[in-house]
């Protein structure tokens, strides 16, 4: 069977889509960087690494050879993006077109999903609801504008590219706030749960009908909400006042969108709103009981 | 309203202190555990975790500690200072496992 290779497969996201393929009975080829820990990928059944770099050729050609379908996670994201726009282009923009050269070489029928995000939308406040993937795209920051220009070049050189604009990710544990929540009080927020965002992921690239399409990924219905009640929710589990919370004074990215699609392909919105505060409830008396 | 957390913490920093000071120059290494405490405490005053619901627990095991503590120190008695200086340090290594909370993701 020929491998999927999963770019940043050592990081976070990227360990939980390779344990899901897994689980799917795919074999997977994790690329990452040399620095990263591969202590729960190595030496598994199933599970190839290479080591390298998305931002050398050479790497970049040795990790595509021979795989089925490529899943590329691989990014520099905020806050460093934002300190280091020179290697930020140089690993989202110029690592994906590598990445798309090599594959469209190598097998040019295989599906390349690429990760992208619903930032690259901008300020959507004035706009009519829901935001959708025809919408133009206005970058607020360095990282937004490094994936719309990786877009840009999927587009043009890659027809079976899976663009996966995904929404804030909500990671059913205890987190620390940031100072400043990424967005006003009263904005419109739609996010979506971590395990949900990696059975879009999986089910992209193993879906013949989602080749060449552009998806949003974020929560559904039960997750339209706005800044202050989805913080509020947050902060009441954990007992914490809301006004403690300090919100941007200008909009933000987030918004609600249109998922209709996306959900129609790809079947990945498994979670309510109400499952993930519940998650996190249950999260909390854990670590209270301990 | 001041977090019972964080009143939790004042409580611990301010009995450390008055430990300390009472040991003169016995008991160095529980005082150093007693020094390493307040600067922790000192430093995670600001932060989130001491706000929220899950620093009672921690905070209140590590205050009953240093009460103990403080009571046998103007007592005395030292010979149960090593276990108790232990059992404080234990809690205070759960009070810094539970505050270790990971940045929010936002893509």
């Known amino acids: 069977m020929r491998p999927i290779l999963v770019t940043g497969g050592a990081g976070s996201a990227g360990k939980l889509v390779v344990q899901r393929l897994r689980q799917e009975n795919c074999t997977v080829r994790v690329f990452d960087l040399p620095s990263m820990n591969y202590t729960d990928l190595e030496g598994r059944e199933g599970i190839e690494i290479v080591r390298g770099d998305i931002t050398k050729l050479t790497d970049v050609y040795q990790a595509v050879a021979g795989v089925s379908a490529v899943v590329h996670l691989a990014a520099l994201l905020p806050p460093a993006s934002e300190r280091r726009r020179e290697l930020t282009f140089a690993v989202n923009v110029e690592g994906t077109s590598r990445l798309a050269e090599a594959l469209m070489q190598s097998n040019p029928n295989a599906a390349l999903v690429f990760t992208s995000s619903v930032s690259t939308y901008g300020n959507t406040m004035d706009e009519k609801l829901p935001v959708t993937v025809t919408h133009s795209q206005q970058a607020l920051d360095i990282y937004a504008e490094s994936k719309i220009a990786a877009e840009k070049s999927l587009k043009e050189s890659c027809p079976n590219a899976i663009i996966l604009r995904i929404s804030g990710i909500s990671v059913p544990s205890v987190q620390s706030p940031p100072d400043i929540w990424p967005f006003m009080a009263d904005q419109r927020i739609e996010f979506v749960h971590r395990n949900d965002v990696v059975t879009a992921i999986c089910a992209a690239v193993t879906n013949e009908a989602a080749k060449g399409k552009v998806f949003n990924i974020a929560g559904g219905l039960t997750w339209r909400t706005t800044g202050r009640a989805y913080v509020k929710d947050y902060f009441d589990l954990l007992g914490v006042p809301i006004e403690e919370a300090q919100f941007q004074d200008e909009p933000g990215w987030c918004d609600w969108y249109d998922t209709e699609e996306s959900q129609r392909v790809l079947r990945y919105q498994q979670t309510s709103y109400q499952a993930y505060l519940q998650q996190l409830s249950n999260e909390i008396q854990q670590m209270m009981s301990e | ?107």
């Open chain 2, 1 to 107: 309203m001041t977090a019972k957390g964080i009143e939790n913490s004042e409580t611990i920093i301010e009995s450390c202190k008055l430990i300390i000071a009472g040991l003169d120059s016995q008991e160095a290494e529980g005082k150093e555990v007693l020094q390493s405490a307040i600067d922790i405490l000192e430093d995670m005053k600001e932060k989130f975790f001491l706000k929220t619901n899950l620093a009672i627990p921690p905070t209140n095991a590590c205050k009953k500690d240093v009460i103990e503590l403080q009571l046998i120190v103007e007592g005395g008695d030292l010979s149960r200072f090593p276990e108790l200086i232990d059992r404080f340090r234990g809690n205070m290594e759960k009070l810094l496992k539970h505050a270790k909370m990971e940045g929010v993701i936002i893509t």
